[in-house]
């Protein structure tokens, strides 16, 4: 076994770990470059579930 100082010293010249796949993305979604871009994905997806949905049937006049 090697000794513990030269152990040492090899792990330090690696430095950080680079970030995850699922880190990567969720700080590229929060970005404030993409807010807008993120609320239209948003919204988007939330009239799409409403109109699949019963209660579009709302919007038909009586």
């Not at 076994?1 to 690696?14: N, V, Y």
């Not at 993409?34 to 919204?43: H, K, L, M, P």
Request: aromatic content about 8%; overall charge positive; charged content about 15%.
């Amino acid at each position: 076994m090697p000794p513990k100082g030269i152990a040492s010293i090899q792990r330090r010249g690696h430095g950080r770990e680079q970030p995850g796949y699922a880190r990567t993305a969720l700080s590229a979604l929060v970005a404030q470059e993409n807010r807008s871009v993120v609320i239209a994905v948003g919204v988007f997806a939330a009239a799409v579930t409403f109109f699949h949905s019963n209660w579009s049937e709302i919007l038909i006049p009586a």
